[in-house]
Every structure is written in C-alpha cells, then in structure tokens.
C-alpha cells in the first residue's frame, strides 16, 4: 500500500512548481508502465528530489566506538513518527539515500533522534558530523510502525547498534502494559549502547557480550534461551541486530511457537516501494522492506536471501569507503556548500522542503539554481 501519509505528513513537502532534479531512472520505464500513470512514479520523484532543505544537527555525540547520537531538528517528522518507522537521510545534494531509524522524537522541541554506526562512506560521513551542521534531506516517517498490543510478557533484544533501533518499540511495548524484559548484546563492552535508556523502558535488563567483558559471557540468544528453559513464559519476542543474531534468535524461539518479529536492514534507495532495492522474501512471498515492514514475522523471513542481497554492491561500497577515507574534504565540503546555498538562497526556499512550514512557489517558478 502506498504510504501516501507518510509524505504528505513528514517533513519533506515540496512545494509545488519547484523544479524536478532527476535522479534515479525509474523502474516503470524498464517494466512498460506508462510513469505518467503511475502514482508512485510521480510521488517518488516528488520525493527524490529535494531543493535547498537543511536540517540543523542540534546535539551530536559518540556513544560508542563509531556510533553516534545525533539530534535533528524536524518537527513534522516528530510530530507524525511512531515506534518502528525510520527515516531516509541524504548528507549532501550528491550523497546517497541511507535508512535509519527513528530512535526518539520530542513533538514539543520538533526534534527526532538518531543513533548512527559508522560502517561504510556515507554513514561515517554523517558521523564525522557535529551540532551545528546541516543535513541536507530527512525524508520520513517511512515504514510500517512496529506491532504493539498487549502480549503479556515481551522480550525485546538489540544487538549493537540494534539496541537503538529496538528501542522505541520498547517503549511503546511497556506503554502498552506489557511486561518488558530486554536484551542487550554487544562483541564487547563498549559496544553495549543505550543500556540505562533500555532499563528505563524495562522489567528486567540483560546484558551480554561475547568476550564477557560485561554483564554475562555469551550470546544474546544464550540468555534467551536460559530465560524460557527457566520457565520464563515469553509471548512476544523482537530482535534487532545483525542478520545471523536474528536468524539465530528465529531458531530458538521457533521450536516453542513464541512469536518473533525482526527488523530488516535491507539496502534501500527510494523508501517508496518502487525500486526493489529493499526486496525480501518473507514465507515465500516477495515484500518491501521499505513500505511492508521493517518488521516481519521472524519464522517465515529468508535470511540467506537478505544476506546475499545485502552482499551484492559490497565491492563498490568498500570502494567508495576507500576514497572517501582518502579524501574527506570533498564531502565535507559539499555538506558546507549545500549549508551556503540554502543561506545564499534565501529563508522561503529553505523552509520550502525543510523542518517547519512549507511556502508554497508559484507554479512552473523555476528553480532558482537554474536546474530542471
Ligand atoms: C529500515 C532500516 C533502518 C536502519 N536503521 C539504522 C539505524 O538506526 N542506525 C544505523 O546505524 N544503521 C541503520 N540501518 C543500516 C544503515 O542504513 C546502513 O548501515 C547504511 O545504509 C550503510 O551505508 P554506508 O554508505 O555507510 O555503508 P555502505 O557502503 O552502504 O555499506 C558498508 C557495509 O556496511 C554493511 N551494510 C550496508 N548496508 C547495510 C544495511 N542496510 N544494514 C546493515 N549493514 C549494512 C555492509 O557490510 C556493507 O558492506 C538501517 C537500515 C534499514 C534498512
Ligand atoms: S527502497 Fe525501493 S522498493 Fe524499498
């Protein structure tokens, strides 16, 4: 179902008669179907290709090595986001689409926050970010919220960086009047993120790390199962991480029919169901991570085909990692300059596409960059 709200009410509405930049061919003029017929084609456009939005990093700061927290200002984004959903963020005007989840929002400050680990060129571009640095898209909120009823006794497990993705839902699930019991995994000690945060939004917290370094030695499935062989009844179970954590918390959840829900981190480019970029294959079926989930029942999802998508671009991103380690600047100084023009171009023009209201252009007013 196309997720028409989604960016009717995020932060990114563009005004109409702003100039279209194109920038991805579109698959309907690979498949025969006529774009101009295509709601979805005409929506993605309208989503892909921003003007002069920015959004003002508020707060930024390293929660681990290579993770950080980031606070954005995007009132709409924080006003509309429910637990689950993410947003898609691009750095600069040349920069790539990235996905990430909404970890937090404050409705009264228009903030949302973000937790980022740094594993590739665009996500260690953002992270080499501070407050007082622009970003120039944040289009959301995107996705499926996660499912929260009254289970009973839920266990929400994050590994890594997944901690901060499991987070909100736990939220939202101990609002629910669940009994939460968390899980937090890390390799090792520093690696183990959001922990008092999570306590908060929990019944019990458990922390593990494979080199014992803290809390118990082992697995966060370890402790999963040492919990239902105690006789812990668990009725709902969520797990965030790395794709083998998953399928491994799947394997052992299954034989006791506990339901279990993950969240796919499938590459994505335009978060609107078009590209197929996002396609996992969830109990023999086709979906899209980007609109059908994140989420998806743990037992049906085919995590070897996840991980050999995720797997196909792995030589170009270590290429394009490799030269932007070589060269930061000129990323870094695309980030400014995207900062100048939107000063240069003027408050009615940033606010257009940015946080905030969204004055609308005449139509047919041209871009005043001078680019269709
Ligand atoms: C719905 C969703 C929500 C997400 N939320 C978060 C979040 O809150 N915080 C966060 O840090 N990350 C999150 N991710 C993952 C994040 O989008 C990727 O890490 C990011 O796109 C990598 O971009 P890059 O250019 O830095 O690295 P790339 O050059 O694209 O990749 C570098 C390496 O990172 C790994 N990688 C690539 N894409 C992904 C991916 N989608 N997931 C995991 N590993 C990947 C691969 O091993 C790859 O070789 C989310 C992904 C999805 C789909
Ligand atoms: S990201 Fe393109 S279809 Fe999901």
Known sequence: MLQVSAFESGAFVRPPGIARRETLAHPAARTGIDPAQSVRFALAHFVLSTDSAMFPILEARTVAPDVKLFRIEAPRIARKRLAGQFVILRVHEHGERIPITIADSDASRGDITIVVQGVGKTTRLLNSLDAGDQVKDVVGPLGQPSEVERFGTACVIGGGVG????????????????????????????????????????????????????????????????????????????????????????????????????????????GTGMCGGCRVSVGGQSRFACVDGPEFDAHKVDFQNLASRNAMYREAESRALAEFLANPDRDLALVHECRLLALVEGPGLALAGGPGLAPAAEPGAAHPRGRA
């Open 163 to 270: 901690a901060a993705i499991a987070y909100p839902t736990a939220v939202a699930l101990k609002k629910a009047g669940n009994r939460v019991l968390s899980i937090l995994g890390g390799r090792t000690r520093a690696l183990v993120i959001l922990e008092d945060e999570l306590r908060a939004a929990s019944d019990a917290l458990y922390v593990t790390t494979d080199d014992g370094s803290y809390g118990e030695k082992g697995l966060v499935t370890d402790r999963l199962r040492a919990l239902i062989e105690g006789g812990e009844k668990i009725d709902y179970v969520l797990a965030i991480g790395p794709i083998p954590m998953m399928r491994a918390v799947a394997e052992t959840t299954r034989p006791h029919g506990i339901r279990t829900v993950v969240s796919l981190n499938s590459i994505m480019v335009d």
